[in-house]
């Protein structure tokens, strides 16, 4: 998989959050985006996951235009801002019904996710019982199930516990190593230099490497 972004700009409401950003990614390496409140990291991967379309300047995934050629990534698994699962079902039957919409995974694959973030595939709890760091692990599975070759992660170790983190770590090495391309953001500076392959500093919208 490569990625080309060729001067994509973004502007809301008159004012420029992603400004002229050209990089190129490929498949197999982690890419961190580092950055203040604001800066256009969130922004970034919403254009790359095709939930925005730029005001200027394109997203080529494999040769195909992002909002031209199609309308998202065709594999991509994300977890950008508060996943929306269903209050009153449990971790697994919310990974179920998700499954369902593509239905290219069954009940192995899903429990294996399950596994990988720590959770429990027999679990009976809904998911309004779980906690904020339960919750986020179930986000991290439903975006590693389908086993996407576009792995997007927006602050992926908030709410974690260190095993939590310990395990994530673990995902995203072993994913990289599968050849996924990952984005990846971290408030945490340390963890985001250890894991990324290449930083790109976001400030005001515009990247620097
Ligand atoms: N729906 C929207 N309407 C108007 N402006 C928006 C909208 N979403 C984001 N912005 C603006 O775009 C800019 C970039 O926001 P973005 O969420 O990408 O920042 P970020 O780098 O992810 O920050 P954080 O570290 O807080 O997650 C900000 O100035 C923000 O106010």
Redesign the pocket.
């Known amino acids: 998989m490569k990625i080309t972004v060729k001067d994509l700009t973004k502007e809301?409401?008159g004012?420029r959050?992603l400004d002229g950003i050209n990089l190129e990614m490929e498949d197999g390496y982690i890419y961190g985006?580092q950055?203040?409140?604001?800066?256009?990291?969130?922004?970034?991967?919403?254009a790359v996951c095709g939930f925005v379309l730029p005001t200027k300047g394109s997203i080529t995934i494999d040769g195909k235009v992002l909002g031209k050629d199609m309308s998202f990534p065709e594999s991509a698994g994300m977890m950008i801002e508060n996943p929306a699962f269903l209050p009153n079902l449990t971790g697994f039957d919310n990974l179920k019904l998700l499954a369902s919409v593509k239905g290219i995974i069954g009940k192995d694959e899903i429990e294996e996710a399950l596994h990988c973030v720590g959770l429990e595939p027999l679990d009976k709890r809904k998911y309004r019982k779980y906690s904020l760091g339960m919750k986020q692990r179930l986000g991290i599975a439903c975006a590693i199930m389908e086993s996407p070759k576009l792995l997007v992660l927006?602050?992926p170790f908030n709410a974690l516990d260190s095993e939590g983190e310990r395990l994530l770590r673990e995902i995203l090495i072993k994913r990289k190593e599968a050849g996924t391309l990952i984005i990846l953001?971290c408030?945490d500076k340390d963890e985001l230099e250890a894991l990324s392959d290449q930083i790109f500093l976001?400030e005001n919208?515009v990247f620097s490497s």
């Open positions: 809301i409401k004012v959050v985006l950055g203040k409140n604001g800066s256009g990291k969130t922004m970034f991967m919403r927006d602050e953001s408030h976001v919208g």
